[in-house]
Structures are given as structure tokens and as C-alpha cells.
């Protein structure tokens, strides 16, 4: 690949564009005359069904052969997932009990004795002093904010069963995490298994992974959590691989010269030395598990995300904004807390008094307020259970919004989106599915060999062969369609938005808390909106995943602009360039690879929502998953997965190698 | 100031690290005789190359090389922190190189101590846990290993700043944390790399000055690496000139300014200013007439200049016993002040 690209390089700088063209030009042709002479190759225009890899009948097989018949010697691989589950029922157990359920102790046949929840006024008064620890006066009063939300919308019940499963998966999530970092980090053999096992399930569809959970560790709780787990834990692994290396060698020196021993090595100068980074990747862990609660309860978690789905699936759209709301301010929350700790200098006692008070005075007043709240609870029923008749709901006044502003913009609304499908949607839909199979192989392994070399273009080629190989070209191309005018529309909203957040520091401030709170919320949200006002179909999924794609391209474009080196500007200025110049032949094209790969997340993101949006009627590979998970089909949810993850990956590489190689002509790599 | 009886504390024999493929092969089949060229056409990069020195008791020695020169590789080669490719490096009658993993952990424990360009201290301990860690590691108990890291702050100006976060300190008090931090063990020899290259000039000077009075009080045996020539003059006994890996001569800095080995070090050392080199021993004249007044003949021009030029007639010039040995005229010391003599 780099005598490639050198060569390319060179090649490139005597006459760049015409070879290019020319190739590119005899590609399309080449393309037009296979569409034209169909009749003579139609093999090459629609995949044969009879040249189709049964690959999706194979796993299911081989899923059933692992839970029947796999034998691992001492136990079988069904037994072990069985105490997998077994050890994770345990703590989970105890989390739902203290904040959700309480405890029921039984002794023989008559004794029991029944151990309450914490009280709705414990738990919000302990949360306020983490936030207070974590962040001083103002995370507190936010955070105290949230939940007292939670109460007086009488969420309460629901949100404690997600923040039960929430407080069990995230340690074990950050734990395995950095288990796993840390291999990846202390061998290279294990990091170039470990590198590719991410890529993919950062962009295989979690619904694809909801079928083997679902298999191999039945429907409930417990299944939810290890899907939760499976999804959240990436990220971590690549922080703490990330923070690892980039201890300063210094640092690492300093730690050999005063005879560390390995492990000292690691949990003295290292770990501690990488904290701030390992702290961001907590974070990721805490979003994901919050964004996947919806997800999950499609597998059994109960809570927040269930009442989301049920009202979603039954259209009782105040229902749902309220569960979604509650979801979104239990996330900013979570959210918020965790920043706090990861911004906050370490903490270290400067003096350690010896007293267990002096020495934990937040564990101390956190007991004594578990305490005081618990007996108060006890004889003064509200502030054990807040009162049904002081509780709010909003759901009506929905109800009522989305039901005015259908009977007032019925038409308008309509009239947008009948513009849109007929002018826009059906006709890439059309042209899409109509071009040969094979050119579009062919194409993706040109762009590939033009961007990377041969080695690129054997990935691009191969995996857009697969989709075809497999039986799933046509729902592939119309994931293509759905995700490529929504990219498209994204990038038209977010590029300019990024542009003015650039250049006006007013603006910035503002965007950056919008886009923050956008980041915030889950996935399924955006949902309920564009439901409300424009039902089912690909109209709607396109809006949905056009809101929840947004933010990066905006986010990029504003930090590459900013990120240009001022004597560039101070250069531009000095030569006289007005503002618009400056805009077009300065900070553009120099923002250029920047706002690329901010495109890039934004294709992620986009295929990440496409797959939800299945929930909304589409007919795409995100459908087919879905399709999978009810009929629990491992094999056809999978390989389904898989071509939603090769479709990230070709425009992930490609747009990559593309970046990276402009960023080197500027020398700002 | 050199005395050959002085006991050798550390030394290199044929010291030889190679980066790239097969250096190892590649240097027994040359036999130590490598030019340039051969090494660029087998695709290696000499960063040290055969080199040969040692380091007396007490003594400061200074690597003194421009960037890339070889001479941060040459002292990790030391410390081991590198592994050197071929060589010998002898630290009191034991060769590192042939130490044990378990042998290295404990020398570096208990005798060596090293300083960083870049401070290295851990963000996440107060300025008293950062000294007392390597005593942490080496299983010191609480009480005992924080006495003794209070004490070692006081000696480098620290008092009051224990409860510290590196973060909170000036680079030129963080450097006073990382100096501190390589004597809590008391080592027996002293490794800087490049101790006060990310200071302010001001605070360089400061920091050298501190640097002579600790050595005054502790007299340690220095390895001291360097790119400025000009701190290399102020505190050296000896230095070792560095170009592309390869030591082209050690002296003390009056021998590399009066005899430069090649054009390279004489390039260095053209600027220097004589009276900082030259000490009163250098230029004095045998003992003949009256003198009045007396300097020692250590006594570098720069400082004494000042009493010669202004006494009515020439000064006797006395040994470190007090005994005369030689007498200095006003015309000599002007001499070397105005850049005429070369001695």
C-alpha cells in the first residue's frame, strides 16, 4: 500500500486530475453499458438467488450447535453462560432491591420481613452530595433538579430500575474495560486481535447482538445487562489502550529508574499517570449504557426503556416524551457527575486524619442522610413515596400539542414530505437499486485502490462483495440511500452551522451547549418527535436520523476552522482577503480534512439510527435485523449486522486514507 | 582538578547501541570497525558508537552534544533503560549489562537517581509523596520515608509546598521536586538529563547556582547531559564532546578550549568568553618578585579580574595548601579580558 500511494504521490503531482478523470469516466460507461446490454450479463446487474451463501443459515446452526451440543470438558458452553448469568443475577439483584423493589427476607414458612426501598428522598439527597463532591454548588442544584424531575413526574419507579441495572453495568463494564486495555496495551499480538474485534462492534447494530445475547442468556434482566455490557465496553478498551501509551516515556523512565517491579510499573506511574483519559472513557461507558436502555428492553430490562418502547409501539406519543425526557435527564445527570470527577484534580488526601470520619466526610453524611430519610420514611409515608396526587403528567398536554398542530399543519407537513419522497427520496431510491451489483463492487474497489492502494481496495471490494454474496444487495442499497441523502441533508444543516459557531464566539457558546445536550440524548428520542408529526415511513426515518447525526458535522466543522494555525489567518489578512475570501481560500479548504472525518462520524451515527429506525417502518438491512430479533433468527440478524458494519467500514476507510492523505499535502499530520 | 588516584565509580567499555534490524549480528560480523557510510547502507542508525569513558568519585561529568546527537541514548545506555548493543558498562566492579532483571530492580532502588528534562513528576502526588516514592517502592514504612522526603525538601528550598500538586508549581520549583525526588535514595551515582533545558534562562542560572551548592554539600559522582555549552563550562569537572554518537574528546573545559581536538569542538568553543575558562593557575608567571595580596589558583579570571586589575602590583597566586606557586600580573589578567591571550 505505501509503494502505492508513493508512487500515486508522484504520479500525482506531474498531472493529477486527467488520469483520474479518465479512469473514473471509462468506470461510469463501463457501468451505463452493463445497465443498457442487461440482457447479455443480467448475472452481473441483479445477484442470482442461486449464487447465494446460505452464510446466514450456518451461524444459526452453528449458534444452536454451541448451546446443544458444545462441550467445554468440565461443563458444557451452556452451563457456562448459565453461571455467567448466575453471578451477574447477584449483584443486580441487590442494586434493584435498594433502589427499586426492596428486599423480601424470608425464614421457613411463615417469617418474613420485608426490607423497604431507599426512599425517594435518600436517593436524591445522596445524588445531590455526589454532585456537590464532584462539581460544587451548581452540578448539585442541577443534579438535584433532575431527580426531583423524576419524582414529581412520577417517573421515579421506572428510572430506579434503570439506574440499578445502570450502577451494576457500568463498573463492570470501566473494569473489564481496562482489563482488556491493559492486554492490549502490554502486548502487540493481543492489541491486533483486540484493534479489529472493536472496529467491528463499534459498527455491527446492536440489535444484531441482541440475538445471541437473547440465546445464550434467555430474556430478562440479566440478558439486558450483558447486552448493555457487550455495547458499553468498547470505548474503555480504546481509552485505556489510548491513555496507556501516552504516558509520557518520561514518566515511564522515571518509574524504571527507581527499580519498579511490573506491576508497580502499571498501577503506580501508569494507571494513575492516564487517569484523566481513562476518566473520559467512564463517561463513554455511562452515555452508551444510558443510550442502550431503550435497546435493551427489548430483551427484558424493564424501567425507563420499556415504557418508551410500549408507548412508541402503542402511539401514546406524552407517554413517551415524559419516559424519553426521563431517560435524557437521568443521562445528563450521570453524565455531568462524570465529567465533574474526570475534570476534578485527583484526590488524594493531603492529610490523612486518622478518625473515619474526618477521613470519609462524604461517606460519613451520605450514611447519616440514608439514615435519617429511612426512619423519617417510616412514619411519614410521602417522603418514602412521593404522593401520587402532588405528581405531575404532561402527557395529555402532548397529546393535545401533537393533535393541534396535526388538525392546523396537517397539509403543510404533508405537502413537505410529499415534495421530498417524490422528488428527492424515490428517485436515488430508484437509481440506486437499478445500478449492477457488480459495477458498484467494481467502484468501490477503484475508490479504494485510488485512496489507499491495492490493499484498500481489496477490503473496500471484498466487503461490498459480501452483501451481494449474501443476499442482502437490495436492503444494502437502500440503507445506502436512506443513510446518503441523510448524510447529505446533515452536512448541508451542520457544515454552515459549524462555519458561524467558528466565527462568532457568541454563537459557539451556544451551539456548544446545543450540540452537548443533542449528544445527551438517547437514540430512541428523536424517534418520538418525527413519529408524532409525520407517522411511519422513510420520510420519518430520515428526519431521525438527519436530528441525531447532526452534531458531529457541526462539532468538526467549527474545530477544524479553529483549529487552523492563526499565522495562516494573520497571513490572509496581511494579503487583504475579505471575509469571504478568507472563508473559501483560506479556512475552508484548509479545514477541509477536518470536516471530512467530521462527515465520517456523521455516516456512523447515521447508520447507528438507521437500524432504530426500523422501529418506523423502513425496509432497509436496519429492518431485516429487527425482523431477525423477533423471530429470534441469530444467523439473519448477523449477517445482516455485518453488512450494516462492512457499509460503516468501506466509507469509514475510505474517507480516512482520503483525509489523512490531504492532511499530509498541508503537513498538519 | 582531575587527580588519577580518585576511585572510578562508573565506566563504559566499547559501548555500542545500534537502532534497527540485526545490529547485533551486523556489529560482531564488523568487529567494532564501522564507518558511516557502511552502517547507512545496512539501514542502521549509530546513536552511540563506541564509546569510552569513566566517571570518577565525586566528579561532575558532562555529555555535552547537540540534538540528536546521541547523548540522551548514551546515559539511558547507562541506566539501562536502553539496551545497549554490545559493550561493557562497569558500575562498581559489576557489569550491567550482565545483571539480572531482579540485580537491576535493586541497583536502581538503592544507587541511582535520576532527573528529567521534562521534570517527570506524577501529576496525581502532593511534592512529599512525589520525593518519597522511590523510598515507596523501595518498602520504606510511611512515617520513616516521609521524615526523610521532608528533610531532602528543606535541603532544595521546598519547605512549605509538601502539600503541593506539581501542577501548582513553577517549572523551576518542579525541577527542585524532580531533584529532590533522585536524592530521597541517596544514590551513589547521579544521572540529569538535560536538567534545565525547559527553564527560562533566568531561572537556568538559578538553578545551576543550586545545583553547585547541593554538589558542594553532597558530592556526588554526576553524569550530566547537556546541549548548552555554556552550562557545561559552569559546572563541569570534565566534559565528553558528543557528535553523531561518537565521543570526539573529553577534557576539562580549559583543555577543550586550548587544545579543540577537531574544528567541531572548536567551533563551540570559540565564543566562550576566556576569563569564565581560564583559572588564575593557567596564565600565572613563576614566582619572582613582590607581590601583595593572593588568590588561589583554582580561582576562575572572571572572579578574580576585578582585585588584580585594581592591587598596585602583582598577586601571588597559592595552591589549595596555602603554599605559593605562582604570581599574576595586572597585564595578564587584562590580557585575557580583552581576548589577546591564548595562553
Known sequence: MDAATVADGVRGQRRPIPIWLVIWAVALLLTAALYLFQQLWPWAVTYPEAWTVPLRFWVSD????????????????????????WLLQWPLDFAGGLLASGFKLAWGEEAEWFIPRLSWLAVTAVVILIGYQSGGIRLALLVGGCFLYLVIFGQWDSAM????????????????????????????????????????????????????????FGFGPVAAMVA?????????????????????????????????????????????????????????????????????????????????????????????????????VLAIALDRISQGFANRPPSEQRDRPDSFIARYPYTTIALGIVIITSLAGTFIEGLHTFPERLQVTTGTWWNDLVSWININFFDELEAIK???????????????????????????????????????????????LFMAVTGNWEKSMISVYLCGIS??????????????????????????????????????????????????????????????????????????????????????????????????????????????????????????????????????????????????DTGRGIVAGLCVAFIAMISDRLISAWAQRKKKEFGLA | MESPERSVKISCHDLWKLFGDNAKEYLTEHNGSVSAQSLKEAGLIGAVCDANFEVFEGEIFIIMGLSGSGKSTLVRCMSRLIEPTAGKVMFENQDLLKASEHELIDIRRHKMGMVFQHFALLPHLTVLHNVAFPLEIQGVDRASREQRAREIIELVGLEGRENYYPRELSGGQQQRVGIARSLAVEPDIWFLDEPFSALDPLIRREMQDEFLRLQNLLHKSIVFITHDFDEAIRLADRIAIMQDGHIIQIGSPEQLVLEPATDYVAEFTREIPRAKIFSAGAIMAPPTGNTLGKVSASTKIEDLAETVVNSKSDVAVVDSDGRTVGQLSRRAVLDVLVGKSTA
Open chain 1, 487 to 632: 448524510v447529505i441533508i446533515a452536512a448541508l444543516i451542520g457544515i454552515p452551522i459549524g462555519i458561524y459557531s467558528a466565527r462568532h464566539e457568541r454563537a459557539h457558546r451556544v451551539v456548544q451547549v446545543v450540540v452537548d445536550t443533542l449528544q445527551t440524548l438517547p437514540s430512541f428520542v428523536y424517534l418520538i418527535p418525527v413519529v408524532m408529526l409525520f407517522r411511519v415511513g422513510d420520510f420519518s426515518a430520515m428526519i431521525a436520523v438527519v436530528a441525531y447525526a447532526l452534531a458531529p458535522a457541526i462539532r468538526y466543522t467549527d474545530h477544524g476552522i479553529r483549529q487552523i494555525p492563526p499565522s495562516l489567518v494573520e497571513a490572509g489578512k496581511a494579503f487583504g482577503c475579505s471575509r469571504r475570501q478568507m472563508l473559501w481560500k483560506v479556512q475552508l479548504p484548509i479545514a477541509l480534512p477536518e470536516i471530512m472525518l467530521g462527515i465520517n462520524q456523521v455516516i456512523m451515527m447515521a447508520l447507528a439510527m438507521l437500524v432504530i429506525t426500523a422501529l418506523v417502518g423502513t425496509r432497509d438491512l436496519g429492518q431485516e435485523v429487527y425482523i431477525a430479533l423477533t423471530k429470534a
Open chain 1, 161 to 216: 430500575v434503570t439506574l440499578s441495572s445502570i450502577v451494576i453495568a457500568v463498573p463492570i463494564g470501566v473494569v473489564l474495560g481496562v482489563f482488556i486495555g491493559i492486554l492490549g496495551f502490554r502486548s502487540r499480538r493481543a492489541e491486533r486481535l483486540i484493534v479489529p474485534i472493536l472496529d467491528l462492534m463499534q459498527t455491527v447494530p446492536v440489535f444484531a447482538y441482541l440475538v445471541p445475547v437473547l440465546f445464550l
Open chain 1, 62 to 85: 452453528f449458534m444452536k450447535w454451541l448451546i446443544n451440543s458444545f462441550d467445554l470438558g468440565l461443563f458444557t458452553f451452556k452451563e457456562f453462560t448459565r453461571s455467567i448469568a
Open chain 1, 418 to 464: 410529499t415534495w421530498l419522497l417524490l422528488n428527492v427520496l424515490i428517485p436515488v431510491k430508484r437509481f440506486l437499486l437499478v445500478l449492477p451489483w457488480l459495477a458498484v463492487v467494481g467502484m468501490v474497489g477503484l475508490a479504494g485502490y485510488q485512496l489507499g492502494g491495492w490493499r484498500l481496495a481489496l477490503f473496500t471490494g471484498s466487503l461490498a
Open chain 1, 228 to 328: 448493555t455490557i457487550i455495547y458499553a465496553t468498547p470505548p474503555m478498551v480504546r481509552c485505556a489502550m489510548l491513555s496507556l501509551k501516552q504516558v509520557p516515556t518520561e514518566i515511564v523512565e522515571f518509574g524504571q529508574m527507581v527499580g519498579c517491579s511490573r506491576r508497580q510499573l502499571l498501577w503506580k506511574i501508569q494507571i494513575p499517570s492516564a487517569r484523566p483519559t481513562l476518566m473520559v472513557g467512564v463517561n463513554q461507558v455511562i452515555m452508551l449504557s444510558l443510550n442502550m436502555v431503550i435497546i435493551a428492553s427489548m430483551i427484558g430490562a424493564g424501567g425507563l426503556g420499556f415504557d418508551v418502547l410500549s408507548s412508541l409501539k402503542r402511539l401514546r406519543i406524552g407517554e413517551g416524551i415524559e419516559a424519553g425526557v426521563a431517560i435524557t
